[in-house]
């Protein structure tokens, strides 16, 4: 719109300009073609009337002796008669604005007088920033025989015309002024207006996300193409929620398959070695051998032991699928995480506590296991190496306690980093792969957090960090 206006402006600035000065040029044509007019009638009627002298080319200068100043001061032109040749016979004296020319005609001056069909023939000059209008025709006695060249010099004084331009355009400019001062509040409104719009809907579709609710936007006030977008919006964050709740229900469901696989996998593990150990029991079984009491003791105790196996897997998977208690008591973390350490021999394991005493609002034995866990993760990962170290150390961090446990095995592969948390996954030859999984539960349900960063060969860093109230 501003440069609409602008570039408006612009254009009728010009064309003002040149209508005005092509009204100008035409103004002093026809004003000039008046004064001609004039002046040529009265020359013809002295030719013709007033002379006592014979009409000729001779006699023009005294036939004109003092009538041609008269002439002169009544049309405001400058005068000149010349002679068939071009030479100046008598011309009027030069007033303060008009300037007599005493030089010969030019001669190229006389021949397009002479081939122009008219026998007049119009020039524009300028001296010293005048310009002036000037005709030659030729002069005729009354029986039209050519006597002499007859030269009107006209002074354009455009001064006033000029003036009034000036004025004109200063208005205008003042009205442009207006005009554009109002059109960019005008640009800047509607710009808001629009924009407004624009940056709420922008602002919601940056939060939109697929596993939270979403709200939809409220316009009261918009334009037609805005309300057709928020609609499409609002049908989007329809369908998104009947998306998102979709892929929920498959995800818990495909979960579920997933965990129903894993149990079946590993209580199957347990139950091979049992169906074979009842098998060899029932063949090789004499109830009459002297040690037949040694062996069926022997039978149970592996069948208990299996038993037993079958047990953990399941009380792993119920703690897995449950949420931990919250049961939130004040507890020394020094002394806590020591006990921890405790049950543990290996030299190589060092605690470095960084403060005397800490306390915290939280569960004792589910702290103990979330420390235990990852010890044994920081055992399996130093089993080979040849100087074995792992490191606890913990400390407070503003309204925080950050416990963690650093160790430096092989490392944690960058294809398997986004996997360490998930649910079964393990790389270990043995085990469920629920450790990580269960202690990540157990911390985030007192608002918690727990991440690591790891580099193959080098060891791996896991680091705790849970709130003291």
Known sequence: MILLVLLASVLILVVTIYQYDEQTKDYNIQRFERKEATTKETIELELKNKTTYPVNTENLSKIFQERIFEISSINKLNISFYDLQGNLLKSSTASAFEKVDSNPIPVNVLKELANNSNHKILKTSEENGISFQSSFSFIHDPKFKRIGILELQFTQDNSEIEHELREFMLRLGVVYILMFLIAIAIAYFLSSYITRSIKTISEKMQQTRLNKRNEKIILDKASSEIEILVEAYNHMIDELGESAAKLAKSEREQAWREMAKQVAHEIKNPLTPMRLTVQSFERRFDPLDEKAKEKLKEFSQTLIQQI????????????????????????ELISVVKFALDIFTERYIKYYPQEEELYANLDKTQLIRVVTNLVKNAIQAVDKEENPLIEVKIFSENLNIVITVSDNGKGISEDLKDLIFEPKFTTKSSGMGLGLGMIRNIIEAYDGSISFTSKEGLGTVFTVVLPKS
């Open 308 to 331: 037993d196996v079958m047990s953990s897997i399941a009380s792993a998977f119920s703690d897995f699928a449950k949420m931990p208690t919250q049961k939130k008591e004040q507890i």
